[in-house]
């Protein structure tokens, strides 16, 4: 089963807006990372999160961590059309000397232009 | 373009048939590993390489399954007896992991496999 749920599954804003997307999880993390995957396509790692940190800035993303309420959110500020994509969040999971991600089920952004 | 390449990008087979996908990790990552995502879903891990040892299993990756990293570089996965819940795009993402590495996994353009 699938560690995060996202929420909203999808949005559709105009270009310009903002877009807010909010990641929940179940268990204790190291950290959290959000992805973004074009359509029929692989996934590109946006962002990375700490267990430790409470916000995080990329260029015109910004995302928060609430490790008392185990939930994440992901801002696009100034959305473009090409932020079209489903974006996922996705917690660390360790296996011996690695990890795997769980993947929640995606929010779908259409930015409308 | 992450530089880790999947190929068939697409496969369309019948149920009941083999299929095989190969994927090509970025050539100095020691880690390979497998994702699978059902339409609509985030992508499930199936299992991951170290060099050639493969490590972990997803109970996902069913007795009809296996993957193979022979020489510790390309890996294939294959699907035996292919069933329509077999349906899905297969995902493959490389990582290293050594003094001061990230291990960010990167991942591959994916295999999309339709069973009819």
């Known amino acids: 089963s699938q560690q995060g749920e996202e929420d909203p599954q999808a949005l559709s804003i105009q270009e310009g807006e903002n877009a807010t997307m909010n990641c929940s999880y179940k268990t204790s993390i190291n950290n959290l990372q959000w992805y973004r995957q074009n359509s029929g396509r692989g996934l590109v790692h946006l962002i990375l999160i700490r267990s430790n940190e409470r916000e995080k800035h990329s260029g015109r993303l910004r995302v928060t961590l609430d490790t008392s309420k185990k939930s994440s959110s992901l801002l696009i500020t100034a959305s473009r059309a090409a932020d079209t994509a489903s974006y996922f969040c996705?917690?660390?999971?360790?296996?011996?000397?690695?990890?795997?991600?769980?993947f929640g089920s995606g929010t779908r952004l259409l930015v409308r232009p | 373009d992450t530089g880790v390449s999947q190929d068939p990008r697409h496969k369309i087979t019948k149920r009941g048939q083999n299929v095989t996908f190969r994927c090509d990790p970025i050539?100095?990552?020691?880690?390979l590993y497998w994702y699978r995502q059902t339409l609509g879903q985030g992508p499930e891990f199936l299992t991951y390489?170290?060099?050639?040892?493969?490590?972990?299993k997803s109970r996902l990756l069913s007795d009809r399954f296996s993957a193979e990293r022979p020489k510790g570089s390309f890996s294939t996965l294959e699907i035996q007896r292919t069933e329509q819940g077999d349906s899905a795009m297969y995902l493959c993402a490389s990582s290293l992991i050594g003094q001061g590495k990230k291990d960010e996994q990167f991942f591959g353009p994916g295999t999309r496999l339709t069973v009819l």
């Open positions: 996705a917690t660390v999971v360790r296996m011996d000397s690695s990890y795997k991600l769980i």
């Open positions: 050539s100095e990552h020691n880690r």
């Open positions: 390489f170290q060099n050639e040892a493969q490590l972990e």
